[in-house]
């Protein structure tokens, strides 16, 4: 069955065209967002929701979602989407960091001119007819020291153009690493070096608890008298009351404001102030930009449900669409070693190391390492995926480590599982041959080849004659038919495992019976989904 996406807000009809392209299904009802009931009576119907700002993804229309894989943001700000709970769900959320990174950038730029020149007054004013020659004293911008909060893809355009119109540019991003400020041309400072040095200061961060209230009126008081600042990145970021004071005062000569904390702004204490520059939420407003974030969602979302690739998520590796079939058979042997030591593992886990050897090691490892999460614990939570699986084991307080390394041993490549409790550590080590088919290759520290099955039998005992028998008595006896079986042990009279593969599911009783017996250290019963990888 083809997927099904839901257009809920106004795109461009090129992207839902892609989507046709694909072969998926899709339903463009722009004006759905706003109807929260009925986009709640539908929802459970669709793969994908593509949305812009207008529809509110809550936890409630998520519950209601019960088909849904992937919401795709045409824009780059989530507000409007529970990320916590999508990803509790399993859905990824997508949206797009650069179709309209240029666009705000060059929105914030204009409004460092026009608090510089004062255009929007001395433009009312001229068409009033009054000619104010004299009231409108501007300033020049060459030379003046320009501050960036934030400096990664709009806040880092924002700065080599204030470079390149001859302003000093200093910038405060604890993500920003010295060569890349050496690369942009800016000054690495900061917050409150930044605060004290700049004649203009514009805010290009996300809204976090960290970034709200970045600038209230004790920031604003380490700030330069006459400073202009320009927030065309989330409404949260500055306390409106406090700037509305220091507008009065003169602290804060000129502000350009084009996000508000309540938005659509109708009513707020920045509107008719001389000395505001206000736009309606305009930063990614161009006709280009409008496109590209369309086109660029439909393409993201289209290829994850037709190739299961992943790009600019939010809450899960990228994988792309150039990897997705090299990394597919290992990210399905992740989730079978997962799967293993979560159906063998009766206490609770509380470390989880990974490690990857070889090849494996110069994959996407953060796809892999939600894999193997997923795999897991899922024997405990049957509906976990990659997205939310690493939500859960945080939540569970479980520790989780990753390794890499050059090849060790004869393979290419393999990933090792190990995990603690507070009795016993466990590890279990497999990989892929040319056939892309996961394999066992080391379990308990023994090594051996074993495929995997749907359907398997796991005993550990020590080495001794008779085993064999044993099990193959204790199968016969209740119907139970072995299509195959593999053997392995440290050392003769060692510690020894036995994995045999079913034709079917099998009774408890069969576990009971080999539990019994003195020879049997523990018996498990395993399933896997050996479904094409």
Known sequence: MAPRVLVSDKLSTTAVQIFKNHGIEVDYLPDLGKDKEKLLEVIGQYDGLAIRSATKVTEKLINAATRLKVVGRAGIGVDNVDI??????????????????????????????????????????????????????????????????????????????????????????????????????????????????????????????????????????????????????????????????????????????????????????????ENVVATPHLGASTTEAQENVALQVAEQMSDYLIKGAVSNAINMPSITAEEAPRLKPFVKLAEVLG????????????????????????????????????????????????????????????????????????????????????????????????????????????????EVGQHMLYTTNADAPGIIGLLGTVCGENGVNIANFQLGRNRPGGDAIALLYLDAPFPESVLDQLRAHKSIDSAKRLHFDVGAA
């Open 339 to 450: 799967a293993f030591v979560g159906q063998v593992t009766e206490d609770p886990i509380k470390e989880v190391e990974i490690l990857f050897d070889g090849s494996t090691a110069a994959m996407n490892t953060r796809a892999l390492v939600s894999a193997t999460l997923a795999g897991l614990i899922r024997p405990q939570v049957s509906d976990v995926n990659m997205v939310s699986a690493p939500i859960m084991v945080k939540e569970r307080g479980i520790i989780v480590a990753e390794v890499k390394r050059d090849k060790s041993g004869v393979f290419d490549g393999y990933i090792k599982l190990t995990v603690k409790t507070e009795h016993m550590t466990r590890s279990i080590a497999g990989t892929c041959f040319s056939d892309h088919k996961p394999r066992f290759i080391q379990i308990k520290g023994i090594n051996l080849d074993a």
């Open 84 to 273: 916590p709970a999508a990803s509790r769900s399993g859905i990824i959320v997508m949206n797009t960091p650069f179709g309209n990174s240029i666009t705000t950038a060059e929105h914030a730029v204009a409004m460092i001119f026009a608090l510089a020149r004062q255009i929007p007054e001395a433009n009312a004013s001229t068409h009033a007819g009054r000619w104010e020659k004299n009231r409108f004293m501007g300033i020049e911008i060459t030379g003046k020291t320009l501050g960036v909060i934030g400096c990664g893809n709009i806040g880092s355009i924002v700065a080599t153009r204030g470079v390149g119109l001859k302003m000093h540019v200093v910038a405060f991003d604890p993500f920003l690493s010295d060569s890349r400020a050496e690369e942009l041309g800016v000054e690495k400072v900061e917050l409150d070096e930044l605060f004290a040095r700049a004649d203009f200061i514009t805010l290009h961060t996300p809204l976090t608890d960290k970034t709200r209230n970045i600038i209230d009126a004790a920031a604003i008081a380490k700030m330069k008298d006459g400073v202009r600042i320009i927030n065309c990145a989330r409404g949260g970021l500055v306390v409106e009351a406090d700037l509305v004071a220091a507008l009065k005062s003169g602290k804060v000569a000129g502000a350009g404001v084009d996000v508000f904390e309540v938005e659509p702004a109708e009513n707020n204490p920045l509107f008719g102030m």
